[in-house]
């Protein structure tokens, strides 16, 4: 089935430090893989996106990982700020024939320590 | 300015009384989506849209309607709420139907008594 397992729900990080959090997905994805960021009473909003052509992106402190054989993304956080701190998703498109959807991982909790 | 607007933004009501949720985007987008978030089970998408007149369900489509008579509307039904409805709802657009950024809107929690 269609499904998307993101480890860990909660991680604590002294500023400066860097972050990772990972996801794994289900057989039949397709071919986009975006990180979402949500802030306290707010949407979530895109901040890193990647597609199966690539193997890794980056935007200044942010990079993003993709192994479609393995089946798993991560997100790379370096240099850690305060308002680093947020609940952020990963996510992954699951299309057919007529159909389009996007499943997003259960979310982290990232917590960056002053 | 670009935006997703969700209305209304808090709600408390009883169970079996329908309500409806709006939605509206100002950026011409062909897709539009909802989504509720629980603790725990991040965000399940409930009912999509691809364009005006075509919707789809998603992946907790129970209990909830939808319509989309319009490209910058996409309003969501509950037709007699229940307490396990008790949720925060986003909706959500894009330009596009794949691999386009969604835009969220600010949020709606629902609590059903």
């Known amino acids: 089935g269609e499904n998307v397992e993101q480890h860990p729900s909660t991680l604590s990080v002294q500023e400066g430090d860097s972050a990772v959090i990972k996801c794994t997905y289900s057989?039949?994805?397709?071919?986009?893989f975006p990180w979402y960021k949500q802030e306290l009473g707010k949407g979530p909003q895109l901040i890193i996106d990647?597609?199966?052509?690539?193997g890794e992106k980056k935007d200044q402190r942010i990079a993003v990982t993709l192994n479609k054989t393995a089946k798993h993304f991560s997100l790379h956080i370096t240099e850690t700020q305060p308002e680093d701190s947020a609940v952020y998703f990963c996510?992954?498109?699951?299309?057919?024939?007529?159909?389009?959807?996007?499943?997003f991982g259960s979310g982290t909790r990232l917590l960056v320590r002053p | 300015e670009a935006q997703v607007t969700q209305n209304p933004r808090y709600l408390i009501t009883v169970t079996g009384k329908k309500l409806t949720v709006t939605c509206s985007q100002n950026?011409?987008?062909?897709?539009m989506s909802w989504y509720r978030q629980d603790p725990g089970l991040g965000l399940r998408q409930i009912y999509y849209?691809?364009?005006?007149?075509?919707?789809d369900k998603g992946d907790v489509p129970e209990g909830y309607k939808v319509s989309r008579k319009e490209k910058r509307n996409f309003p969501l039904i509950l037709e007699s709420p229940s307490p396990n409805q008790t949720s925060l709802y986003f909706c959500?657009?894009?330009?596009?139907?794949?691999?386009?950024?969604?835009?969220f809107g600010p949020g709606t929690r629902l609590t059903v008594t």
């Open positions: 990647i597609r199966s052509n690539v």
């Open positions: 057989d039949s994805a397709s071919n986009y």
């Open positions: 950026m011409n987008h062909e897709y």
């Open positions: 959500a657009s894009s330009f596009r139907q794949k691999d386009y950024e969604q835009y």
């Open positions: 849209s691809m364009n005006v007149e075509v919707t």
């Open positions: 996510a992954a498109i699951f299309s057919g024939d007529s159909s389009y959807k996007l499943i």
